[in-house]
């Protein structure tokens, strides 16, 4: 039920572009994306539904493929704050709760 | 505004040991999560509360583990007897969930707790 994120790690320069890939091998409702800063707490980041709604505040972009399964998660023109590590999280088979991925580290440089 | 409020944010503890960890949710929030995070196995959902009421405890791992949610603005997660294996980071979540017992809201997670086992 765990979704699998890809790639595991990413390490980019200032400015430059990366997409965190979450697929699940079960139908998804809604997929949710949080970032976690070494030593702090996940803090959330955006959550789309199915059908297309996209809920979010950041100014950091997502797709949400149905029929694949699957989610995109688009940082552009990265910076140092976008450092840390990325989750993705999809509805239990309850309906109850999230289920996380093991997460994708981003290490972002001057 | 306060956030979710964990305590202590530090254990260090021998097996055998009880430990609690406590968390005060965000007021209002009416879903309450705990979720363990550990290198290996990442970031694990433990048990879900909505409107106190424990919805799904199926990651609990065994019966050493317990939780409690006496009223909307507090919760324990205990252990006991404590081992090793159970050291981790130990994250309190809470949300505001206007369809029900499901997950569709952002969580706001506490500082966390990490345990440590020796």
């Known amino acids: 039920q765990q979704p699998v994120q890809s790639p595991q790690a990413v390490i980019l320069r200032e400015g430059e572009d990366a997409v965190i890939n979450c697929s699940s091998s079960k139908a998804l409702y809604s997929v949710h994306w949080y970032r976690q800063k070494h030593g702090e707490a996940p803090v959330f980041l955006m959550i789309?539904?199915?059908?297309?709604e996209q809920k979010g505040h950041e100014k950091i972009s997502a797709s949400f493929n149905e029929k694949k399964q699957q989610s995109s998660l688009y940082l552009t023109a990265s910076q140092l704050s976008y450092s840390g590590t990325y989750f993705c999280g999809t509805v239990n088979q309850a309906g109850t709760a999230l289920i996380f991925g093991k997460g994708t580290t981003l290490s972002v440089s001057s | 505004d306060a956030g979710v409020i964990q305590s202590p944010r530090h254990e260090v503890t021998e097996m055998g040991q009880e430990v609690t960890l406590r968390c005060k949710p965000i007021s209002g929030h009416n879903s309450l999560f705990w979720y363990r995070q550990t290198m290996m196995r990442g970031l694990e959902l433990l048990i879900y509360f909505n409107n106190n009421v424990p919805i799904d405890d199926s990651g609990m791992p065994e019966d050493r583990f317990s939780a409690k949610m006496p009223n909307a603005s507090f919760s324990t997660l205990k252990i006991q007897p404590s081992e090793p294996r159970d050291s981790a980071v130990y994250f309190c979540a809470s949300s505001l969930e206007r369809a029900g017992p499901s997950s569709y809201n952002e969580q706001f997670f506490g500082p966390g707790t990490r345990l440590t086992v020796l």
């Open positions: 789309l539904l199915k059908g297309g």
